[in-house]
């Protein structure tokens, strides 16, 4: 039998957190995508209530992998429901339970982020810890909602590691404050654009003329194309970007997954407009979506008021008005771009038997931020 050579459970809220390596976020780079300003993390859990858990598995030289957790509010998921929304950029992926969310409009589950080959036992595995919560001795049925991406270029895949304790310490180790990025949970062992990819978040406060919502981002980046940063034809420059050498194997394909919480009152037709929008935040990162790219975007409201308790037969359902969504689709789509250069910044190397994935080389992309004037 094997055992874990470590397992760490990366909290959000620790006092004194700090990066696994000298990795800085984009925003210390100078770049800062958009015109509204950041919540006080700049992460998804700005949006109040929001909490993120992570567990990172890593087993001698060939797992790296791991489990993201994103709880949308403080409260039992299930018994207490939120309006959500998916929207598919690309479809090839393995994300359960998107049917009925689009069915229903409605989240009644943390939603979870692995890698491809562990989606369905991190589902049962959610769905045993949501069956031993108070005030669910007589639920008969449960819809987890379990993205992924294919970490296998750097994790032993087949292999299947994450299992039901780490899915449990990922929710129960979730918290409100800053959030762990690069190479941990989901993010251990991916890759974006030939560097090392990731967790990475980030939000955006509206000012209080437009509603003053806040909107927070998750991704789990495992994507190509060609890189650009603020418009920087980084991997160009840099000489690494999908069909450099027009060859079969260079296409830019892998996967992203997005979730988007909001504290705005929006019900599932507006909160299916917001994701949509996260998507042009991708492209400005230089993605082109893929055939063999899975592009997934979960939006929930956090919102209290439009919580569903469950058998409630007549919801209340105040919304924002349609003309009101513009601003919260330009602060989805900055946090979005902001989001991704996050999870690169702040990766840090990952190495298996099979050779080693080195992060984006932030000398280099300072230099190319101060050559095209981006930042000083």
């Known amino acids: 039998m094997r055992l874990r050579a470590s397992i760490l459970i990366c909290l959000v809220g620790l006092p004194g957190a700090v990066p696994l390596a000298a990795q800085v ?60 929304a998916i929207h598919v950029g690309n479809g090839f992926g393995k994300l359960l339970g998107v049917t009925q969310v689009r069915e229903l409009g409605e989240l009644e589950s943390p939603v979870l982020l692995t890698c491809t080959l562990c989606v369905w036992r991190v589902a049962d595995a959610t769905a045993q810890w949501l069956l031993a919560r108070p005030g669910m001795a007589e639920v008969m049925s449960i819809n987890p909602v379990v993205g992924e991406t294919n970490d296998g270029q750097l994790n032993a ?69 060609v890189l650009q940063v603020l418009g920087v034809p980084v991997g160009k420059e840099l000489g690494r970007y999908a069909f450099k050498d027009v060859v079969e194997s260079e296409r830019g394909d892998g996967s992203i997954m997005i979730v988007v919480a909001t504290d ?37 409201s956090a919102a209290p008021s439009l919580r569903r308790p469950y058998r409630e037969r007549r919801p209340a359902a105040p919304e ?20 991704i250069y996050n999870s690169l910044t702040m990766a840090t190397p990952v190495a298996t038997a099979r050779g080693r994935v080195e992060p984006l080389p932030l000398d280099r992309l300072r230099d190319l931020l101060r050559k095209y004037g981006v930042s000083r």
Not at 273 to 295: E, H, K
């Open 157 to 225: 895949i087949r292999s299947r590691q994450v299992g039901p304790d780490d899915v449990r310490r990922a929710l129960e180790s979730a918290a409100t404050g800053a959030v762990l990025e690069g190479s941990v949970g989901a993010g251990r062992g991916t890759v974006a654009f030939g560097w090392k990819g990731g967790i990475g978040t980030a939000s955006r406060v509206l000012p209080r003329a437009l509603g003053g919502y806040t909107v927070g981002v998750l991704v789990q980046s495992n994507y190509g194309g």
């Open 25 to 84: 976020r984009a925003r210390d780079l100078g770049i800062a995508p958009g015109i509204f300003a950041p919540g006080r993390y700049n992460a998804i859990t700005d949006v109040a209530g929001v909490r993120v858990g992570q567990v990172t598995i890593d087993l001698g030289d060939s797992v790296h992998t791991g489990v993201t957790a994103i709880l949308p509010h403080e409260g039992n998921a299930y018994l207490d429901r939120v309006p959500a």
């Open 264 to 300: 705005a009152p929006l019900l599932d037709r507006n909160l299916g407009r917001l994701a949509s929008r996260a998507i042009m935040g991708l492209a400005r990162t230089g993605s082109s979506a893929s055939n063999g790219s899975g592009d997934y975007v979960i939006a929930f």
């Open 320 to 339: 924002l008005a349609n003309d009101e969504m513009s601003a919260l689709f330009q602060a989805v789509v900055e946090a979005t771009e902001e989001a």
